[in-house]
């Protein structure tokens, strides 16, 4: 009785959330079809499981079988939910097709085993365990690379990667706990013989999903929904927030070369005001909205020789003289955007606008710094 409760209240939590996400699916980049799916199939899951404590033959067994069935298709959605995540997708594409070739051949085999062959049954179990086994590891390697473990330039970046990397930790964990619980059920059942369908302790992965929903359901930041608006503020806080974690102001480190002692002893004594005046001049001044601007353009203007510059950029920064003007540039679109600049010109005007030749390197640049496209960077500052 008390399982059955807990079931739909799971149930219900899950089936609310879906309908919460379900609602964002075409404002908020960061919900995808297969969060969709997944809140889905996990509602219907424990729907299910509560009424089979309650009723226990409302639902056929057969039903049941194809049901749990479609858990073989749940390890390639997790695993393309976090791809999709980070790649900024939203729908099904072709090239994700092929993953649902397996799982969907699982299916068929589990159906006929279980209607014709129940003592190969124990061969299911392990193939089960295997893809879920391989799908986690395949999310464990995409999310290690290309979200936990990555390294930004900015702290705005720093800012939208702490809140993807602190969900999909989570998501992870949450799930990590659910499979095990799964694998040590199926494997209890291997020991004694018997065939549970991973339902033994149960209540556990209804325990985890339900904090996994009110996750979602109390912290809309879970999905990082407005995570751009944190940028929206003035030039002078744009200029703190892009270069504070540029510069390194650090002068205990060994120089082998004679030029560069030289200059050391030159600049080091005025190294604050070097950098603030490189600051100063890059926004305020709009140096780099010119596309053909070269280092050697800036060090005129900012009345220094070339060589005090490629010292700077060699010993006291974090990023090359090519990222940092990229980012400049990059933040200079984001201040014109806030100004109301897409009301009335295209992206194609920005891009040219801020200093970029290609528009196809300024989509991929916005998006490298943002995490969004300047269309979507638009609307999350009218909301």
Known sequence: MYLSVLYFMTALLGFLTFTVVIAQYRTNNKVNFYLVILLLFGACRFFFGGVRILIPFAISDNFMIV???????????LYLYFKNLILNKKG???TDLHHFIIPVAFIAVNFLIRQYAMYLHICVYFLFTGLGLFYFYLSFVELKNKVWFRNSKTETVDKQKILMRNWTIFVY???ALCILRLLITLICDIYVAGYSDGTNYFWLSAILCCVLFFKILLTPVALHKHVGQGCKTSKKEHLELVFSVFWTFSTDFIITNNQDLKLKERIDGNLVNYIHEIERKALEHLCFRNP?????????KLGIPKSHLIYLFKYHSEVSFIEFKKTVRIYDAISLIEEGFLKTTGVTCLSKKTGFSSINVFMASFKEITGVSPQEYNKMIEE
Do not use: N
Request: aromatic share 24%.
């Open 292 to 300: 053909t601007v070269s280092m050697r353009d800036f060090a005129i």
């Open 173 to 175: 964990v949450v799930c």
């Open 67 to 77: 049901f749990r069935s479609f858990g073989f298709m749940i390890f390639p959605c």
């Open 92 to 94: 099904i594409y072709k």
